[in-house]
């Protein structure tokens, strides 16, 4: 079907033909991400085993790329030769119920793409040209995003939470067991909050193309912002001030990044606008 049918065939559409469309693409998307996780479901070794257990142990990648620069740079505390807690599963259900739950977040991870798309497919026929123009690649740009928040949580911000964590004890007699719900609740809602915050960019172009926005009005909030990114990082972090400080600089880099990109949009604004301008005059002038 030619893209220019299907658009006027969108416009001819009724609110409950519009629903039913709604209706497709939702199973079309809870479809992509139980396929996804039926298959991190099945591959329990990988996704469990290295995957979601992966930052609970001294070899995963992190640790050892720490510790190569920590050798570079003559830091030897930066090798982590040991976290000393462990794992537990102390109700009945506790482990199949996390094996459930990390299969299902996995499979929203790897299916986002496709989801986004599909939620995409629904509301960009109802756009009008210039603001599909204004929003192209934008499955391209919020699926990168997301992706990039969800491996910087993981990488990067959950094993040193995990690392804090582990070593933070109130008395050498206190033992860190970790309980299997409460690691996976911990590693879900770190890779989750990133991946989400990392999406400001997209928020603040907008916003920015809706007008509600300014780069000047950016600029001067940009202290307000700060403080609300440092209190937002200290909740959805543990409480040290280098997992704050590692989820908080991105994201102010990020906002750093959305004022250029409101300064871009409002230069193409002005340079539309005073080419209009000119055409209005000239065709006065005739």
Request: with cysteine; hydrophobic share 50%; glycine share 4%.
């Amino acid at each position: 079907m030619a893209l220019d049918q299907y658009q006027e065939e969108e416009e001819g559409m009724s609110f409950l033909d519009h629903l039913e469309a709604l209706r497709f693409h939702i199973l079309r998307s809870v479809a992509a991400i139980l396929i996804f996780t039926v298959i991190a479901f099945l591959a329990k070794d990988i996704v469990f085993g290295m995957i979601i257990l992966g930052p609970s142990k001294v070899d995963f990648l992190t640790y050892r790329v720490l510790c190569d620069i920590g050798n570079y740079f003559g830091i030897s505390a930066l090798c982590i030769d040991e976290l000393p807690f462990t794992i537990q599963s102390r109700q009945m259900t506790g482990q199949f119920t996390m094996h459930m739950t990390s299969s299902v977040v996995v499979g929203f991870v790897v299916a986002f793409p496709y989801v986004f798309w599909e939620i995409w497919r629904f509301v960009s026929p109802g756009l009008y040209d210039k603001e599909k123009n204004a929003a192209r690649g934008a499955v391209f740009f919020v699926s990168f995003l997301f992706l990039s928040g969800a491996a910087f949580g993981y990488f990067v911000l959950s094993p040193l939470s995990i690392n804090f964590l582990a070593n933070y004890q109130l008395d050498p007699s206190i033992l860190n067991e970790f309980d299997i719900t409460s690691y996976v609740t911990t590693l879900t809602m770190l890779v989750m909050a990133s991946a989400i915050m990392f999406q400001l960019p997209v928020v603040v172009y907008f916003l920015s193309m809706s007008g509600l926005v300014t780069s000047r009005m950016l600029k001067e909030y940009r202290r307000h912002s700060i403080v609300i990114i440092l209190i937002v990082s200290a909740i959805i972090t543990p409480p040290d001030v280098i997992s704050q400080l590692l989820i908080a600089m991105p994201i102010l880099v990020l906002y750093e990044v959305g004022i250029m990109i409101a300064k871009r949009l409002e230069k193409k604004r002005a340079i539309k606008a005073a080419k209009e301008e000119e055409e209005r005059r000239s065709q006065t002038n005739d």
